[in-house]
């Protein structure tokens, strides 16, 4: 059957980990309160591309082939790109359930459909001359030094715990699936893509090739709302509000903010670099490529008010 595109806004929604959990039952839980809130939108007619994270997801994927190689010698081990691959199936999966249920729960007629997403890298990125990322088991030097031989990916130290995986944490360049996810949200579904910042890939003479890395989902998120021209970019935390001078007594809540105020309190230092600083910088991307759009950080509870102006802090070009 067709679906009706909603009249209202597009909207690109950057899940953070609070709407996923550790483990696939944990998940399961959590998503269906995800899902709740993602349809509230739906019933202001708003149209949504939901994307994910993926941290725990990947880095679970990544430790159970590790492990059973390392046991049995015959489970192969999972290279980066398809790990990732596979918790962009199963993230996808719980999230389309979810909202599949929500949805025939209140009679709303619209449907949802998850797309396996590759996004586009710069070989000549400067990331990749300093992986820095740590993904997968914990290994001895012994080890890491041998699997580095065997496979050519780079193992580094880590905090006196062993020896890591680390890879490259590069900017987006395109959503490969760009087209794919534009003419499904213009048919009127919900579309969840760009999970884990999307697969990272390189585009060459002789097409994609899948590459060790990790996207920032919130940067992919930013690229992909920037591109189809949305009206706004979500992205969502476990805080209602962006606050400065955090955690004194001279601490502020947000409401809004310009590119030019943000950039400002950048140079002040009052966004934690693991933290909330890549949303921010997320949202900057966002706004300079896409001046008309409204960028919107807040809590997965307070989504909806945000969107009508009532909650979290809106970052603008101007």
């Given at each position: 059957?067709?679906?009706?595109?909603?009249?209202?806004?597009?909207?690109?929604?950057?899940?953070?980990?609070?709407?996923?959990?550790?483990?696939?039952?944990?998940?399961?839980?959590?998503?269906?309160?995800?899902?709740?809130?993602?349809?509230?939108?739906?019933?202001?007619?708003?149209?949504?591309?939901?994307?994910?994270?993926?941290?725990?997801?990947?880095?679970?994927?990544?430790?159970?082939?590790?492990?059973?190689?390392?046991?049995?010698?015959k489970t192969p081990e999972m290279p980066f790109p398809e790990a990732g691959a596979m918790s962009q199936g199963y993230i996808g999966y719980h999230l389309s359930q979810a909202l599949l249920n929500e949805i025939k729960r209140r009679n709303i007629q619209r449907s949802v459909v998850n797309v396996i997403t590759q996004t586009v890298v710069d070989r000549n990125d400067p990331a990749f001359d300093d992986p820095t990322k740590p993904v997968g088991a914990f290994l001895t030097e012994e080890e890491a030094k041998a699997k580095a031989a065997e496979t050519g990916w780079t193992y580094k130290e880590d905090a006196g715990r062993g020896w890591r995986q680390v890879v490259a944490s590069p900017k987006p360049v395109r959503i490969v699936e760009f087209d794919a996810i534009t003419d499904l949200n213009e048919a009127g579904y919900v579309v969840v893509s760009t999970g884990g910042g999307g697969i990272p890939v390189f585009e060459t003479e002789n097409g994609y090739e899948g590459v060790p890395a990790v996207i920032d989902k919130d940067r992919s998120s930013s690229r992909l709302a920037a591109d189809f021209g949305a009206d706004m970019l979500v992205i969502l935390t476990a805080v209602e509000n962006v606050m400065i001078n955090f955690n004194t007594p001279e601490q502020k809540a947000l409401t809004k903010m310009t590119v030019a105020e943000a950039k400002e309190y950048i140079k002040q230092g009052q966004f934690a670099p693991g933290s909330m600083l890549p949303k921010i910088e997320a949202c900057i991307e966002y706004v300079e490529a896409y001046p008309q759009g409204k960028a919107l950080i807040t809590s997965l509870e307070c989504a909806a008010a945000g969107l009508r102006g009532e909650a979290g802090t809106i970052i603008t070009a101007k």
């Open positions: 059957m067709g679906y009706k595109k909603g009249s209202g806004k597009s909207v690109v929604i950057a899940l953070g980990g609070n709407a996923l959990g550790n483990t696939p039952q944990e998940q399961l839980a959590l998503v269906q309160n995800t899902a709740s809130h993602i349809v509230d939108m739906l019933e202001e007619d708003t149209n949504v591309i939901v994307s994910h994270g993926n941290g725990p997801q990947v880095g679970m994927i990544n430790n159970a082939f590790a492990f059973a190689s390392s046991k049995d010698g």
